[in-house]
């Protein structure tokens, strides 16, 4: 097998076309690939399972920061990534290389035939492929869309199950309600096996506690088995287990607060592991997960800013994302937004909660990117919700016409991971 690293990029290619990015799910295509390269998945260290809507990426990567500061080899599969396709995949804490990706991919592929299977369902395989044929202490697994039916969802019985906030997103994929969608989400709910939520809307409680009743699995529920707040320069996390103190999580945005609490949560439910305070407060000062509320230090974007200005780059792309970011505007005292979406979504439901804080909006396709958004579409949705939103060419174009004028001296480009990647790509 050649070891260029351009190979894990052709064989990524070309599954692309074969297998569009068309979204079925479903359980069955995984499992017979499975069951055909020996059931690897049933050969995995301890695995952590986290569902949600919002957050779960963040969740992991706290978890990960404190398992290894622990000493720990940890596994973890994510999506999307924003500019490699290898960040999706690490093993023992270092992010898959190109030869090992394209040999389990080319692997799958011949073993797959010409069976349907979708882009993510194949890559997944790869993932847990890898996972089993290195030795690690746990693997941490995000699932890709819903839960009950995410390619994902073939772990018999993971060490733990976690839900992050849930909320509207994926309707056409998951459901009209909120309800129907927390009934995806719970379904990576297993019989005996402990779940830790984060605080929820009183509906979805309703739907991840029943789930939980039927499979007797114990919950550990944010706001009465544990909390977490800040105090003075760091944090205080409460639980049946006591008081840890910690330092301030080390990713920006208030809201990190509780998924950083979720991950200690989940950490001190890990059966058979120990986590000293110590281990939770190194991973808290080095987590790293970027583009979630991330500042850009170099690169086009920032080094062409005025002096004295700030830019920053975000991948939330739904209502509840908005919401949470025009929580962060409001303790700025405001901001600009360069703002690109894919169709799946809803720009003026994601615009809403963010007018009110915004000052310019300056609206972008994504590049490279055939489902997304015109900027004028963009710019109709804003203008519509009485924002000052005009369409540009591109965010460097964006970042110039903002720049050009008074307010706040802070741009937020948001909207979409791929969006967010893209940036990421030509300025970190």
């Not at 499992?31 to 390269?37: H, P, S, V």
């Not at 992991?60 to 500061?69: G, K, N, P, Q, Y």
């Amino acid at each position: 097998m050649s070891t260029n690293p351009a190979t894990s990029t052709a064989v990524l290619d070309r599954l692309t076309r074969l297998h569009p990015k068309v979204i079925d799910l479903s359980l069955g295509r995984v499992e017979r690939l499975l069951d055909r390269l020996g059931r690897p998945h049933q050969r995995l260290a301890p695995v952590v399972h986290v569902s949600g809507t919002n957050g779960k990426g963040s969740t992991i990567a706290f978890l990960r920061a404190m398992l290894e500061a622990a000493g720990l080899k940890v596994h973890v599969h994510t999506s999307p990534h924003l500019v490699r396709f290898n960040e999706r995949i690490r093993l023992a804490g270092k992010v898959i290389p190109d030869s090992d990706l394209a040999a389990l991919l080319e692997e799958c592929e011949d073993v797959n035939g010409s069976e349907p299977i979708t882009f993510f369902e194949i890559t997944t395989v790869a993932a847990l492929l890898a996972f089993a044929r290195h030795p690690a202490d746990i693997v941490l697994l995000e699932t890709g869309l819903g839960g009950r039916l995410d390619a994902t969802n073939v772990i018999g019985r993971p060490l733990l199950t976690v839900i992050t906030p849930v909320s509207m997103d994926h309707q056409q994929f998951l459901g009209d309600t909120i309800e129907q969608i927390a009934g995806e989400k719970a379904g990576i709910l297993k019989p005996g096996v402990g779940c830790v939520t984060a605080s929820q809307d009183p509906a979805v409680e309703r739907v991840v506690e029943a789930r939980a009743r039927a499979l007797d699995a114990a919950i550990f529920r944010e706001g009465r088995d544990w909390s977490i707040q800040g105090k003075g320069g760091g944090v205080i996390f409460l639980s049946g287990d006591g008081e840890r103190r910690l330092p301030r999580p080390g990713l920006a945005g208030a809201y990190q607060v509780r998924n950083a609490g979720l991950a200690v949560a989940a950490a001190e439910r890990l059966a058979g592991f120990s986590l000293p305070t110590t281990a939770m407060a190194e991973g808290f000062r080095t987590v790293h997960w970027p583009g979630r509320l991330q500042r850009l230090k170099k690169g086009p974007l920032a080094e062409g800013a005025p002096p004295g200005w700030e830019v920053w780059v975000d991948g939330g792309h739904n209502p509840a994302a908005a919401g949470i970011l025009a929580d962060q505007a409001r303790r700025w005292r405001g901001m600009h937004l360069i703002l690109g979406m894919l169709k799946s979504k809803d720009p003026a439901a994601f615009l809403e909660p963010l007018a009110r804080v915004t000052g310019r909006l300056r609206c972008v396709a994504i590049p490279d990117e055939r489902n997304c958004y015109s900027a004028g579409e963009l710019a109709r949705v804003g203008r519509s919700l009485g924002m000052d939103a005009k369409a540009s060419r591109g965010v460097e174009a964006a970042a110039a016409e903002i720049t050009a004028g008074g307010g706040p001296k802070r741009v937020l480009i948001a909207g979409s991971l791929y969006l967010a990647g893209a940036v990421l790509a030509d300025n970190a």
